[in-house]
C-alpha cells in the first residue's frame, strides 16, 4: 500500500509564489519518476513537471521558467516550487510516482491564483 500527501496549495495573488509539497509512504519499490499534474475546472488532467530517479527533469511548456520540481530521494518526497504564478494557473494539482511500475495519485490540493 503506498499514500500520497501533497500539502502547500492555496490562494495567491498573480505574481506570487507557492511551494507544494508530496511525501510518498508505505510499500515503496523502485521508485521511478516522480511528478506534478494539474487540471483546471472543466479541461483535462495535464502534466506539469516529472523528475525521473537518474534526475531527468520535464516541463510543459507553459511553466517552463516558472516552476521548479525537485525531489529528496531520501525522504521519497517531491516538490514544486511555483513562481510568477498566472490566474491560468489555477487549478487542482496532484502528486503522481511510478513505484514498480505502478502509478499512485494523491488526493490533490487547490491552487488558486487571482488576478
Known amino acids: 500500500q503506498v499514500n500520497l500527501v501533497e500539502s502547500g496549495g492555496g490562494l495567491v495573488q498573480a505574481g506570487g509564489s507557492l511551494r507544494l509539497s508530496c511525501a510518498a509512504s508505505g510499500s515503496i519499490f523502485s521508485l521511478n519518476y516522480m511528478g506534478w499534474y494539474r487540471q483546471a475546472p472543466g479541461k483535462q488532467r495535464e502534466m506539469v513537471a516529472t523528475?525521473?530517479?537518474?534526475?531527468?527533469?520535464n516541463y510543459a511548456p507553459s511553466v517552463k521558467g516558472r516552476f521548479t520540481i525537485s525531489r529528496d530521494n531520501t525522504r521519497n518526497k517531491v516538490y514544486l516550487q511555483m513562481n510568477s504564478l498566472k490566474p491560468e494557473d489555477t487549478a487542482v494539482y496532484y502528486c503522481k510516482i511510478q513505484a514498480s511500475v505502478t502509478d499512485y495519485w494523491g488526493q490533490g490540493t487547490q491552487v488558486t491564483v487571482s488576478s
Open positions: 523528475i525521473t530517479s537518474d534526475g531527468t527533469i
